[in-house]
């Protein structure tokens, strides 16, 4: 059974730096690409970064390019997501996903977790 879990979010204040992490299990990490989406309070969910199974193409949504770096280490199978200098607007829920197909369709996401930039 294939399992995505986040952590490292919090509340941190305007300016400031967080570190997430997705551990993955039940997969051959190394084969997946991946993803970081997030979904504010009434918004629609929205992909922040992606990256490629063997990290060597990434992507980002223009609201955060320049200030979150996108990065994999698939001997620990585990993605990270480096936020600096976060905004108020950056406040959502974080998610991380693998979706594609490798022999059949698939779709996996984590449970979330905080993020809240305030001061």
């Known amino acids: 059974q294939v399992q995505l879990v986040e952590s490292g979010g919090g509340l941190v204040q305007p300016g400031g730096s967080l570190k997430l992490s997705c551990v993955a299990s039940?997969?051959?990490?190394?084969?997946?690409?991946m993803s970081w989406f997030r979904q504010g309070p009434g918004k629609e969910r929205e992909l922040v970064a992606s990256?490629?199974?063997?990290?060597?193409?990434?992507n980002y949504a223009n609201s955060v390019k320049g200030r979150f770096t996108i990065s994999r280490d698939n001997a620990k199978n585990t993605m990270y997501l480096q936020m600096n200098n976060l905004k108020p607007e950056d406040t959502a829920m974080y998610y991380c996903?693998?979706?594609?197909?490798?022999?059949?369709?698939?779709?996996?996401w984590g449970q979330g977790t905080q993020v809240t930039v305030s001061s």
């Open positions: 990256i490629t199974n063997t990290g060597g193409n990434t």
């Open positions: 039940g997969l051959t990490f190394s084969r997946y690409a």
């Open positions: 996903n693998s979706k594609g197909i490798i022999g059949r369709p698939y779709d996996y």
